[in-house]
């Protein structure tokens, strides 16, 4: 799993599984493999209760591990606890600091925490490098929600950990906030090049952050790649298009580049090599006229993840028709 | 671990000063039972004649600043279920830094907060007419008795309420303490007016080594050396206790 002739993997998750209490009890992950090699910014997607936030938990030693193993930086999450701990830093989805205290205490205390020496020069490179230190001897209940979250990355950045967690780092924040989390995100891993391993139910900020990506539902790792290898599993483009007037399938299906077409009434759905070749083949058989409504569905990881799981992300009901679409696709093809 | 210890046990201390609520809780139950119960009972306590020379005041503050460290108890149980709650004990976790640590720094934490009680209380007690004429020895040794009381306390309660992460686990557990502590020791009372179960307890508990260690000094009697001898026992088998517990059964979240 891990390129050849690159650098050692960040870390290296091996067949691990995790069951919480009894033999009964969840089964959270269900033999977990995964390899994230070092400088990577790498994704952990999933809808919510898909096991991104128990795997964390189990790499930064909060949780214990029900069978398999795990490394950090090197060392085993389990044996070598003292030693990952050291080494990676954690920015949760919600914000904990000390509200009561100024940024710079809050990096004290961090610094001991990490049992740093001479940590006071990193952490003005930090606040000025975020942008607080004009404010550094605020109260961090005075700071804005941004504020806070940059805080919270500076804190898990002073001990220059070779590995950052970011559990889902944006949830809950506006929209502005959330793009400038994303420059910080991209920002982070150039400037100080630590290993990123977030985890995100959002597909957009997944595609634009990371440079790998695993899929994760039910405990289990179900596809793993560049966002463009996962696209790419998904080679076609989905037209759909509302008629007003009923089409005869076979004129569709002869349409070349088209691998599928099924129809509800009038709404037509109709898997294609490249939407833009189809189109214009389409206006071909078809009069402009008789097409109410029509639009192109890229392939996206919303698609790879619709595709591989039958469900769409941050979306536990059933979608209509589009889902059994999928669903008969993947069966026809398998 | 050093390290770990001082910053946890400096936040411990500095988010108390910086939360006037607090030390006014931790303040105004000692001295409403100074005020009330004192002056209620001093009269009666006078024509009794079973304690000592001088006003009550004299003979209950030094009880009440031992039961008060039973509450001090209390808080660092709460500020530990709170860290639990808001993800903190997360955050430190996620460091070099051990569950004992942590315990550690909550245990000295509260027992540091129980000591702001005692120059309110000295103060309050001069309003009421007591005489202090100590010297500086012996008011080392009765605050040195006083910080091992909180210290053992805390622990106790940080151990009982080291797999809870219910807010209200600590009232309930303080509750069940509290009361039965405060009544079976020599605080309020000379245990010798108890009934002989209640003067087994009085005999064992540590609130009644430090009430009359404190009240030796007060009253002028003779001092019992070995009585801080109990509390330093007190203290040392409750931090080992939770030391052991909270390493194995601290919850994180």
Partial sequence: MMAPGGPPAAIIVRDLSKRYGNSHGVLALDHVSLSIPTGTVFGLMGPNGAGKTTLIKVLTGISDITSGSASVAGFDVQKQSLKVRARIGWVAAEVILDDDFSAWENLWLQARLQDLQGWEERATQLLTYFGLIDRKDDKVSHYSTGMRKKLEIALALLHQPVVIFLDEPTIGLDVSTRRMLWDIVTGIHKEFGVTVLLTTHYIEEADAL????????????????????????????????????????????????????????????????????????????????????????????????????????????????????????????? | MRSQLWGLYVREVLRTFRNPFVILITLVQPFMWLAFFGSSFTNLAAASGKFGAGTYFGYLLPGVLSTSMLSVGMFGSMSTIQDKRFGFMKRILITPTSK??????????????????????????????????????????????????????????????????????????????????????????????????????????????????????????????????????????????????????LKVE
Avoid at chain 1, 214 to 230: C, F, H, S
Avoid at chain 1, 297 to 306: A, D, G, Q, R, Y
Avoid at chain 2, 164 to 192: E, H, K, R, Y
Avoid at chain 2, 221 to 229: I, K, Y
């Fill in chain 1, 210 to 334: 990371c440079d790998r990506i695993a899929i994760i539902d039910q405990g289990r790792i179900i596809a793993e790649g560049t966002p463009n290898e996962l696209k790419s599993r998904v080679q076609a483009d989905v037209v759909q298009l509302e008629s007003a007037d009923p089409i005869d399938p076979k004129r569709l299906a002869q349409i070349p580049g088209v691998q599928e077409v099924r129809a509800q009434g009038n709404d037509w759905m109709i898997r294609v090599g490249a939407a833009d070749d189809f189109l214009p083949r389409l206006f071909a058989v078809v009069r402009p006229e008789a097409i109410r409504r029509i639009s192109v569905e890229k392939p996206s990881l919303e698609t790879v993840f619709l595709q591989l799981t039958g469900h769409r992300l941050g979306q536990e009901e059933p979608m209509h028709d589009i889902r059994k679409f999928y669903a008969q696709m993947r069966r026809a093809r398998s």
């Fill in chain 2, 100 to 249: 004992q640590t942590i315990f550690l720094s909550k245990a000295f934490g509260s027992a540091t907060r129980g000591l702001v009680q005692i120059p309110v209380m000295i103060a309050a007690a001069v309003v009421f007419g007591v005489n202090f004429s100590l010297s500086p020895l012996e008011w080392a040794a009765w605050v040195l008795g006083l910080l091992l009381l909180a210290t053992g306390f805390s622990s106790l309660f940080l151990a009982i309420t080291a797999p809870s992460t219910d807010w209200q686990t600590p009232g309930v557990v303080s509750n069940f303490i509290t009361m039965p502590l405060m009544f079976a020791s020599a605080s309020l009372f000379p245990s010798t007016l108890f009934p002989a179960w209640m003067q087994a307890i009085s005999n064992v508990n540590p609130i009644t080594f430090s009430a009359e260690f404190g009240r030796s000094f007060l009253l002028g009697t003779s001092v019992d050396w070995m009585n801080l001898g109990y509390l330093a026992v007190f203290a040392g088998l409750m931090l080992a206790i939770g030391y052991f517990v909270s390493a194995r059964w």
